[in-house]
C-alpha cells in the first residue's frame, strides 16, 4: 500500500496556541481524505474530511494541495480537550481501504 | 446498534491457541473493515467485506488469519496457532461506503488481544 506521511511529534503547545499538522501521501490518484483522531487507547474517530477547497469546522481547518500532496490541519485557540494523537488517512482511487498515517501527537498544556 | 461493538475487549491467551474476534457493524452498513494496531504503531488494514464477500483481503498477515461475515452484519476474525507476534488492538470499522462515499468509517473500541 502506499505511504502517508506524518511528523510524529509530539507538539507540546500551550492552551490558546494555534498549532498545524502536515501529512505528504505518495499515490497522486488518492481520492478522499481525512482526518481522524484518536485517544489514548482509544479506538480512531472521525474528526473531519477534507476538500479540495479546503475546509473548516469551528477551530479546526484542512487544507489539501494535490500538487504537493499535502494535507494539512490547523487548530486554533487550543484547548486541553485537543490533546490527541491525529491521524492523517488517504484513499486511494483504487481499492477499498482507507491508508492511515501513523499520527502526530498533540499535548496541550495549562 | 447505535454503534460498531466488538467482543471480547479484552483476551489473553497463550501462544498456539486459536482465537475468535467479533464484530457486530451499524445497522444497515454494507460495508465493514478489520484493521489491527501494534504499539506505536499506525492502524494496519486486513481486510474488506461489502455484504458476505471479501473483495479485498490483501492484509490479512498469514494464512492463520482468516475472517467472514454472515448476514451481511457480524464478523468473525479468527487467528489460529497465535504467535507473540500477533498481539495487538484488533478494531473492526463499518461504513456505508459505496466507493464514493465521503462518509469515513466508525469504529468500534476494539479487542486487546495478548498472545502469552
Known amino acids: 500500500r502506499k505511504e502517508v506521511e506524518q511528523d510524529p511529534g509530539p507538539f507540546n503547545v500551550p492552551e490558546g496556541a494555534t498549532v498545524a499538522f502536515n501529512c505528504t501521501y505518495s499515490n497522486s490518484a488518492s481520492q478522499s481524505f481525512f482526518w481522524y483522531r484518536q485517544d489514548c487507547r482509544k479506538e480512531p474517530k472521525l474528526l473531519m474530511s477534507?476538500?479540495?477547497s479546503g475546509n473548516e469546522d469551528g477551530r479546526f481547518t484542512a487544507q489539501l494541495n494535490r500538487a504537493s500532496q499535502y494535507i494539512s490541519l490547523l487548530i486554533r485557540d487550543s484547548k486541553l480537550s485537543d490533546s490527541a494523537t491525529y491521524l492523517c488517512?488517504?484513499?486511494?482511487?483504487?481499492?477499498?481501504?482507507?491508508?492511515f498515517g501513523k499520527g502526530t501527537s498533540l499535548l496541550v498544556t495549562p | 446498534g447505535a454503534g460498531v461493538s466488538q467482543s471480547p475487549s479484552n483476551k489473553v491467551t497463550e501462544k498456539g491457541k486459536d482465537v475468535e474476534l467479533r464484530c457486530d457493524p451499524i445497522s444497515g452498513h454494507t460495508a465493514l473493515y478489520w484493521y489491527r494496531q501494534s504499539l506505536g504503531q499506525g492502524l494496519e488494514f486486513l481486510i474488506y467485506?461489502?455484504?458476505?464477500?471479501?473483495?479485498?483481503k490483501s492484509g490479512l498477515p498469514s494464512d492463520r488469519f482468516s475472517a467472514e461475515r454472515t448476514g451481511g452484519s457480524v464478523s468473525t476474525l479468527t487467528i489460529q496457532r497465535t504467535q507473540q507476534e500477533d498481539s495487538a488492538v484488533y478494531l473492526c470499522a463499518s461504513s456505508s461506503w459505496t466507493g464514493e462515499s465521503r462518509s469515513g468509517y466508525t469504529f468500534g473500541s476494539g479487542t486487546r488481544l495478548t498472545v502469552v
Open positions: 477534507v476538500y479540495s
Open positions: 467485506f461489502q455484504g458476505n464477500s471479501a473483495p479485498d
Open positions: 488517512v488517504v484513499k486511494e482511487e483504487t481499492g477499498y481501504a482507507l491508508n
